[in-house]
């Protein structure tokens, strides 16, 4: 398998993870990434002030700065190593006009992920009173329809991200799911998998393999993602990763340039 690009690493600005851009592009290069995405979380602009969560995301007025760092790396890298400038934003229903402006800066891709669902989040350790893992399920699955149709990222970043903390329920395999699938590959999306949650408590990729082979029947294009919060793990586990791939019946991934998507042979 050939070496393939990590499009979803953080460094210290969302408050939770080490090290700079710069370390984050220099990590890359040593374990021999063709490319690395600079992928930190956006700010919550669906909660009220400039830093509402110092722990989760940057403040608002810590982006333009951001977005300036990324597009430095860049040309320090030049090259040497591909650096795609890119963020992780939250699809929260209703905060889609407050994001345009920041997606509209000058970004290789978006990822998209769903973190919160109607106000809770998704790494909690307790479902709120009263749900089930089932209506969990059932509402990420729902939001992450949502998030796809939107059109306001480029993938949909690790879909089965509620079994972090246990919260998926046994019968995963619902009509929601496959609802969820086809809407993405309607969208023309592409889904990643994050090799992160091998690194977990939970050992498995985010999607699961059998998620992924469901994927790969529908055509659903597939990017890599380390979800690295320390530059350590870039590019983490990914020649398993490409296996997992070519087993579910993939036999190329995806990349970004300029929101321009392109083809990655497998092997």
Not at 24 to 49: E, I, N, Q, Y
Not at 165 to 188: C, V
Not at 206 to 233: E, K, N, T, W, Y
Not at 240 to 245: Q, T
């Amino acid at each position: 398998m050939r070496s393939l690009p990590d499009h979803h690493t953080h460094h210290l600005r969302c408050g939770h993870a080490v090290g700079s851009l710069d370390d984050v592009a220099a990590s890359a290069l040593v374990r021999g990434l063709p490319a690395v995405g600079l992928s930190d979380h956006a700010p919550l602009l669906f909660l009220p002030g400039d830093h509402p969560a110092p722990l989760i995301a940057m403040p608002a007025s810590e982006f333009p700065a951001y977005a300036e760092e990324m597009q430095h790396v860049k040309a320090r890298y030049a090259g040497r190593l591909r650096v795609l400038a890119s963020v992780e934003a939250d699809y929260v229903p209703g905060s889609e006009a407050a994001y345009r402006h920041l997606l509209a800066s000058p970004l290789d891709y978006v990822l998209g992920s769903v973190h919160w669902i109607d106000g809770w989040s998704l790494f909690s350790a307790e479902l709120p009173g009263g749900w089930t893992p089932e209506h969990a399920w059932s509402r990420a699955l729902a939001l992450t329809r949502e998030a796809a149709a939107s059109g306001f990222a480029d993938v949909i970043a690790h879909l089965d991200v509620l079994k972090t903390k246990g919260h998926l329920p046994e019968r995963w395999h619902t009509p929601e799911l496959d609802d969820t699938l086809e809407a993405i590959g309607a969208s023309g999306k592409a889904i990643e998998l994050n090799t992160s949650g091998w690194r977990k408590p939970v050992g498995e990729c985010f999607p699961s393999p059998a998620i992924l082979h469901l994927a790969a029947r529908r055509g659903i294009p597939v990017c890599l993602g380390s979800d690295a919060h320390d530059p350590q793990d870039v590019g983490a586990d990914f020649e398993r990763a490409a296996r997992v791939l070519y087993d579910a019946g993939y036999r190329e991934t995806v990349t970004w340039e300029g929101r321009e998507r392109r083809v990655i042979p497998l092997a």
